[in-house]
C-alpha cells in the first residue's frame, strides 16, 4: 500500500493495482478559448492551470502502470440523449448542439468534444462517453472498474464543482474511496474551487480525502507494477 500521509482530513492509503486515475472531461469545450465555457462568460484561464500538473501526474502514472480512464461530457448529433431543462442552459447560440468555433457545442464527434491535446488518451485508455454531469449516469464505468477491480479513484479534470462533485459523490455511493487532486481539478469561479475541496474532506471525508497531485507522485515507484491477470 502507498499512504498519502498530508491528504486531508487524514492519511489517504491506496494500492496501485485497485486504483484508477479518473480524469475527467478535460475537453476543448471547456478549456480552450472560444469554447462553450468562454461563450458563458468564464474565464477559462481558471481550467487551463490544471493541465501542466495533470500532465506531470499521467506520465508517472502510466510509468507505473496505474489504470487511467477519461471521461467527456457531450451527446448524440440528434440529442436525444440531452434533456430540455439542460438544453436550455446558455443564451441562444451558444446552447448544447448550437455551432460554435470548434464544431457543435458538446456534440460527440465535434473537435471541441474532445480532449485537450496536451491530455490526449493513449490507445489503451478508455474513454467514456456521458451525457451527464457524473461519470455513472448512463455509462459503463462502474462495470469498467469492476472488470478491473478497481476500489479507490485518484480523480481530476473539470469542474470541481459540478462533474468533479457529481462523479465523487456518485462513487462514495458505490463504495469507491476517492482521493481528489486539489491542483488537478478546476473551477471558473475561485470561491467554488476553495469550498468545492472544503466539501470532500468536510466532517472526516464524508465523501472523499484531498491531495495535491505532487504528493502522488512521490510516493509512486519508481518501476512498474504488475497488474493482477484477468
Not at 29 to 35: A, S, T, V, Y
Request: negative net charge.
Amino acid at each position: 500500500m502507498l499512504t498519502i500521509a498530508t491528504a486531508r482530513p487524514s492519511p489517504y492509503a491506496f494500492d496501485i493495482a485497485t486504483t484508477a486515475l479518473l480524469v475527467i472531461d478535460m475537453q476543448r469545450d471547456f478549456l480552450e478559448p472560444g469554447g462553450f465555457g468562454e461563450s458563458l462568460g468564464n474565464d477559462v484561464g481558471q481550467l487551463r492551470r490544471t493541465i501542466a500538473p495533470l500532465a506531470a501526474l499521467l506520465n508517472d502514472a502510466r510509468a507505473v502502470g496505474l489504470s487511467i480512464i477519461h471521461t467527456r461530457e457531450g451527446h448524440l448529433p440528434d440529442l436525444s440523449d440531452c434533456p430540455p431543462a439542460k438544453l436550455s442552459r446558455g443564451a441562444p447560440s451558444r446552447r448544447i448542439g448550437d455551432p460554435g468555433p470548434n464544431g457543435r457545442i458538446l456534440i460527440r464527434g465535434e473537435y471541441g468534444h474532445d480532449i485537450v491535446d496536451e491530455l490526449r488518451p493513449l490507445p489503451d485508455e478508455p474513454v467514456i462517453d456521458k451525457p451527464g454531469k457524473g461519470a455513472f449516469y448512463a455509462t459503463a464505468l462502474d462495470a469498467l472498474l469492476a472488470e478491473r477491480g478497481i476500489r479507490s479513484l485518484l480523480v481530476a479534470g473539470v469542474t470541481t464543482e459540478v462533474c468533479v462533485h457529481t462523479t465523487v459523490r456518485e462513487a462514495n455511493d458505490r463504495g469507491y474511496e476517492c482521493l481528489v487532486l486539489a491542483d488537478c481539478v478546476g473551477s471558473y469561479f475561485p470561491e467554488f474551487q476553495r469550498v468545492g475541496l472544503d466539501m470532500v474532506a468536510a466532517q472526516g471525508g464524508i465523501f472523499g480525502w484531498v491531495a495535491d497531485s505532487t504528493q502522488v507522485r512521490a510516493v509512486l515507484p519508481a518501476t512498474p507494477v504488475l497488474q493482477p491477470s484477468s
